[in-house]
T-cell receptor, first 110, second 115 residues
Framework: GQSLEQPSEVTAVEGAIVQINCTYQTSGFYGLSWYQQHDGGAPTFLSYNALDGLEETGRFSSFLSRSDSYGYLLLQELQMKDSASYFCAVSENYGQNFVFGPGTRLSVLP | DAGVTQSPTHLIKTRGQQVTLRCSPKSGHDTVSWYQQALGQGPQFIFQYYEEEERQRGNFPDRFSGHQFPNYSSELNVNALLLGDSALYLC??????????????FGPGTRLTVT
């Protein structure tokens, strides 16, 4: 089986930096993705890591350590619009299956 | 360029009934995946269609079936509905050659309520 763990909630203020961690246990790991979902909205793709290291896309960065089965999403210069749920997801069984984590609810305060 | 579209937006059914949900993928995409999202949880992978065949399947019973048409659109069918099937059903499209592991585009979902 597979399991992913993320913190359930994170709170930060505008302009701050926040890190959302994700640990996973899976077989045939293929890559780690991050998705953002606003209340009532559809998940939107943020980033994908297949190899160890840091991927940067604007204010968002994502990191993966395959040896530690661990990754994180780093959000910089937080804005109110970043308040949403963030899901890590792993592609396992060599790309045959796709599993989402339970999600982290981020609240950005003024 | 239209993104992923789904219909209907909302649906109310009675236990034991059958339901069909529809999805049109983003232009240029050929692969459609379906997910079930219960309130407050992450999406759960149901199955994926490519070239009109089910390619991958998550841990869902045979009551959940699907179809993909030559124009890449897809349907999700659920038979013998249970109260526990109440959820948001999301469709996601991707390119087979890019890989659905890399990036998927999600539709707005269909909210199914079973009473």
């Amino acid at each position: 089986g597979q399991s992913l763990e993320q913190p359930s909630e994170v709170t930060a203020v505008e302009g701050a930096i926040v890190q959302i961690n994700c640990t996973y246990q899976t077989s045939g790991f293929y890559g780690l993705s991050w998705y953002q979902q606003h209340d009532g909205g559809a998940p939107t793709f943020l980033s994908y890591n297949a190899l160890d290291g840091l991927e940067e896309t604007g204010r968002f960065s994502s990191f993966l350590s395959r040896s530690d089965s661990y990754g994180y999403l780093l959000l910089q210069e937080l804005q109110m619009k970043d308040s949403a749920s963030y899901f890590c997801a792993v592609s396992e069984n060599y790309g045959q299956n796709f599993v989402f984590g339970p999600g982290t609810r981020l609240s950005v305060l003024p | 360029d239209a993104g992923v579209t789904q219909s209907p937006t909302h649906l109310i059914k009675t236990r034991g009934q059958q339901v069909t949900l529809r999805c049109s993928p983003k232009s240029g995409h050929d692969t459609v995946s379906w997910y079930q999202q219960a309130l407050g949880q992450g999406p759960q992978f149901i199955f994926q269609y490519y070239e009109e065949e089910e390619r991958q399947r998550g841990n869902f019973p045979d009551r959940f079936s699907g179809h993909q048409f030559p124009n890449y659109s897809s349907e999700l069918n659920v038979n013998a509905l249970l109260l526990g099937d109440s959820a948001l059903y999301l469709c996601a499209s991707s390119s087979f050659w890019t890989g659905f592991s890399v990036e998927q585009y999600f539709g707005p979902g269909t909210r199914l309520t079973v009473t």
